[in-house]
């Protein structure tokens, strides 16, 4: 595999996870759109059922983070065994290799996983325990 097909391989991997980020924020808003103006008058069975629903198309999202994840950090590989073998990398390559980095790598994990726990703490909140104030009630 040669170097450009790694890094077309990376900007690949990087514009998916850009994707299923989007796509995170855009279930949670609509789950806060839906809570404000539906399922804050909803029962407690429906709520349970809808959070179970988000709760799984949330799991289904982190399992395609964790898969491309699991593609950086092998692309990371290629480019170590490229560096071994003794191919220099161009400076694109070497860019990219330091960019993904061990120490930016995980940081930026945990920054990630922090927010994505959050935002689904939050969401069990706001629909079960949020209560929506009296008067200022839109129609």
């Not at 629903?53 to 950090?73: E, K, N, R, T």
Request: aromatic content about 16%; hydrophobic content about 60%.
């Amino acid at each position: 595999m040669s170097e450009f097909e790694v890094l077309s391989l990376l900007a690949a991997v990087r514009a998916d996870q850009a994707a299923t980020i989007a796509q995170i924020v855009s279930l949670h808003l609509a789950m806060v759109a839906g809570i404000f103006f539906f399922l804050h008058r909803a029962g407690l069975p429906m709520k349970i059922g809808v959070f179970l629903l988000y709760s799984l198309g949330y799991a289904l999202f982190l399992g395609l983070i964790w898969q491309s994840s699991l593609q950086v950090v092998a692309i990371r590989a290629e480019l170590i065994a490229r560096m071994d073998a003794g191919q220099d990398l161009t400076r694109l390559g070497y860019a990219a290799f330091q960019e993904i980095g061990p120490s930016f790598v995980n940081w930026v994990s945990i920054v990630a996983n922090l927010s994505f726990v959050l935002l689904w703490f939050g969401t069990l909140y706001f629909l079960f325990f949020w209560k929506r104030p009296s008067g200022g009630e839109l129609s």
